[in-house]
């Protein structure tokens, strides 16, 4: 936290860890990179209230229209 601005730590998605607090406790804020066509509401709701609260800087969507829509690339 001395040396670096930002450090971005990778996880496993935080519904099914189990150890998820353990690295909620080493981050300062979390980044929610998620599928919309993977994560229903029921999931998402979730997912927001288990990283709370920790604060949450924004969410990235890593799918786009033509893969949900089942189109392939040229």
Known sequence: RRRSTFV???GP???PFVHREILL???DSVLIV???TDL???AFK???SVIEPTP?????????VAES???SEP
Not at 56 to 64: A, D, K, L, Q, Y
Request: proline share 7%.
């Open 25 to 27: 406790n080493l981050v």
């Open 69 to 71: 829509a089942g189109a």
């Open 56 to 64: 949450i800087v924004g969410f990235i969507s890593n799918t786009t």
């Open 13 to 15: 998605p935080v519904i």
């Open 8 to 10: 971005i730590v990778d």
């Open 40 to 42: 229903d509401k029921g």
């Open 46 to 48: 979730t997912a927001v």
């Open 34 to 36: 998620a599928s919309p």
